[in-house]
Every structure is written in structure tokens, then in C-alpha cells.
């Protein structure tokens, strides 16, 4: 399960847990899940983590985020301000 799919068919009592075992707030996590913000390989381990406990109590209506499905872009393209050549910007 992604991490978006997860925060959807959670309940709020379960996004809230998953973020404070993860000591952020609930919405970092929505940044992460729709691309806007990259997860650490240290953060993309934590969400595993406790995303897997949150899950045990739900009876399979939740599953694990895989650590791999937050290190892999699988959005669109990221276009971090100032990465990669554009004209008038090229290295000689």
C-alpha cells in the first residue's frame, strides 16, 4: 500500500498516530505522499515502521507502506529550483 492510499482509508485517530510515531505533523506526511516533499531513507523507514503497527489493529484494512515505495519517485517529475540544464544555463 502507498503511503497516499494509506492516509486516505485511515481514520483520523490512525493518520494521528502513524505522524506522531513518526514525530511529524499529519500534514508533512500529505507532502510526501503527493510528491511534494522527498522522504529522508530515515524517514522512509520510520513511516514503515509504524505504519505496520498502525496496520495490525485495522484487521487488513490497512497494510504496511513499503520503505522502497517513498525512496522511488512513482509521481510525476520532480523540478527542484535550480537542478538540471535549462538554455541559457548549460555548463561548457
Given amino acids: 500500500m502507498n503511503l497516499y492510499s494509506f492516509l486516505k482509508q485511515a481514520c483520523d485517530r490512525e493518520r494521528a498516530d502513524l505522524a506522531a510515531?513518526?514525530?511529524v505533523p499529519v500534514f508533512y506526511l500529505y507532502q510526501i505522499a503527493e510528491n511534494q516533499r522527498l522522504a529522508s531513507p530515515l524517514m522512509a523507514g520510520r513511516i514503515?515502521?509504524?505504519?505496520?503497527v498502525v496496520a495490525n489493529g485495522t484487521a487488513g484494512r490497512l497494510?504496511?507502506?513499503p520503505q522502497l515505495s517513498l525512496l522511488q519517485s512513482s509521481g510525476p517529475?520532480?523540478?527542484?529550483k535550480g537542478c538540471g540544464n535549462?538554455?541559457?544555463n548549460q555548463h561548457k
Fill in 48 to 52: 514503515e515502521q509504524i505504519s505496520r
Fill in 21 to 23: 510515531g513518526c514525530n
Fill in 63 to 65: 497494510e504496511t507502506v
Fill in 86 to 88: 535549462t538554455a541559457g
Fill in 77 to 80: 517529475t520532480r523540478n527542484h
